[in-house]
């Protein structure tokens, strides 16, 4: 198995119009844990967006028009390719993605959840019957866009990847992927091959990857191309930002799901246990480099020392190193970049005063869990998404004060709240500015059918079962008229 992370993986080319095209221009696709090159990845730019987007188009009405069972039945074949072949994906995850096995393996039996998911949703209502003040048949029918944009992200490559799509195929759209410059095997190329088994037709599915020096000129096709209906973006808010922007102004629908700055919030009466396991899992759960990860850990004063106590000594317990070796919990950083951020945070945070209960030691790309208590709102790491494995703990004495701390972001994602007391909870979750809320749960929490998605700069639009639908799918207005309607008798 550790011969297997380590050896160098041959990519067959981008996948367009159900065809494998080798590149005459590749880029270093990077091992994060040790920089060996886990693979030289296909480099493409607006040509091969371009002829990916056509490909797509071309393929669009037939697919669009295939019965809703077929279009189910093949979301379910693309299940059981997936998920014969997930030992595949984890080993990609692990070596091309620094991720935990353990990490790895959620993603694959998760993605594989997804399509079937995708699968029932056809069997839902696609409309409905309306009223009408003349006798007509009146009726709201959802239809399929067209050819849609997914570009996704590098920390889970499997799950965001195929939650961007999977509804959007389902519902009769064609699809142009780009993976991450930083994952475009397990995020991208992987799902290619899976794809083509399942017998997807051709050009229903395309890949397009490159390199972070190509991704504006690639990103900009993808978004702006005319035939490009709509966008499925997850990643960074100033990038998500930039792709909102671009979308309206061509007037496409565009879903984005951004950054977070979420929190725990433990109230007096919390089981200790599960506040202290959410916490951990929330705050280093892949290195923090979730978009729902605890960066904040909010604790009622009076149970704040003990809590903070256990927080460190579960946390201290978590290993740190490579990923080929499968009790290391918490493996690198992406990239040199994401190491810098996550330094800067800790480093400004400390000359402003903040302690340090743990960690705060960064070796090449690698972080060590890290908590900071006397966090104040003028530190970077109060204000700023980390995306790291950095945690702040802060006590707070009543409830109010805790939605105060919470919603003191321009992020509103996710959060978490640890009580006995489900009414409290609930009262509180109704003043929270996030897109989700989990009572006696991490803030990490995702289902395939569920709506996903955030408020305020974590994005706009919703991922997951019929929201997904909604989203990519086109609402037309179908009447039949039976009561003969009579136009005025000047015409």
Same mark, same amino acid.
């Given at each position: ?21 080798? /590149? ?26 371009? %002829? ?6 071309? %393929? ?8 809703? *069972? ?71 029918? &959802? ?32 699809? =142009? ?67 909102? %922007?671009?979308?309206?102004? *061509? ?22 246990? &599960? ?10 759960? *892949? ?93 970077? =790491? ?60 991490? /803030? ?37 008229? &039976? ?9």
């Amino acid at each position: 198995m550790l011969d297997d992370l380590h050896r160098t993986k041959t990519l067959r080319g981008m996948y367009i119009g159900g065809e494998w095209r080798p /590149s005459a221009r590749t880029f270093d696709d990077v091992n994060p844990s040790d920089g060996s090159i886990f693979a030289k990845a296909p480099e493409g730019g607006r040509a091969e967006a371009r %002829a990916a987007i056509e490909a797509a188009q071309r %393929a669009f009405p037939a697919w669009s028009a295939r019965p809703f *069972h077929e279009r189910a039945h093949a979301m379910l074949k693309i299940a059981d390719v997936w998920e014969r072949r997930a030992p595949d994906f984890v080993a990609a995850a692990q070596s091309e993605g620094g991720g935990w096995f353990g990490k790895g393996m959620f993603e694959a039996g998760y993605v594989a959840e997804v399509f079937r998911a995708a699968a029932g949703v056809c069997y839902g209502p696609i409309g409905e019957v309306l009223p009408s003040e003349h006798g007509k048949v009146s009726t709201a029918v &959802r239809y399929p866009m067209g050819v849609v944009s997914v570009i996704s992200p590098w920390n889970m490559p499997g799950i965001l990847t195929s939650r961007g799509f999977a509804f959007p195929m389902a519902a009769g759209n064609t699809i =142009v992927l780009k993976p991450s410059e930083d994952t475009p095997y397990a995020g991208g190329l992987f799902f290619a091959e899976v794809l083509e088994e399942a017998g997807i037709p051709a050009g229903v599915f395309n890949v397009v990857t490159c390199s972070r020096d190509n991704v504006q000129e690639m990103g900009d096709e993808l978004v702006e191309n005319p035939l490009v209906k709509g966008i499925s973006f997850t990643g960074s808010t100033p990038v998500g930002r930039q792709i909102a %922007a671009r979308a309206g102004a *061509h007037l496409k629908k565009a879903c984005v799901e951004l950054g977070g700055k979420d929190s725990l919030i433990v109230l007096e009466d919390a089981d200790m246990d &599960r506040a202290t396991s959410a916490a951990s899992f929330g705050s280093f759960m *892949h290195q923090g480099q979730i978009c729902m990860s605890v960066e904040k850990v909010l604790v009622q004063e009076s149970v704040y020392p003990e809590f903070l106590r256990r927080f460190v000594e579960r946390a201290a317990r978590l290993k740190t190193g490579n990923v080929a070796d499968k009790s290391n919990v918490i493996g690198p950083m992406i990239n040199d970049r994401q190491v810098a951020r996550v330094k800067h945070q800790i480093e400004d945070a400390l000359a402003k005063g903040a302690k340090l209960a743990l960690g705060g030691t960064v070796r090449d790309r690698f972080v060590e869990p890290t908590i900071l208590t006397n966090v104040t709102p003028d530190m970077a =790491v109060w204000q700023d998404e980390t995306f790291g494995p950095v945690a702040v703990v802060v006590p707070f004495r009543t409830d109010a004060e805790a939605i105060a701390l919470n919603n003191d972001t321009e992020y509103g994602l996710s959060a978490g709240i640890i009580t006995a007391d489900e009414d409290r909870a609930l009262a509180m979750a109704a003043r929270l500015e996030t897109g989700m809320c989990h009572v006696n749960c991490s /803030s990490i929490n995702d289902e395939p059918h569920v709506p996903f998605g955030g408020t305020k700069a974590s994005g706009v639009g919703r991922h997951g079962g019929r929201w997904s639908m909604e989203t990519f799918t086109e609402t037309r207005w179908i009447t039949l008229d &039976r009561g003969g309607r009579p136009f005025p008798p000047v015409f």
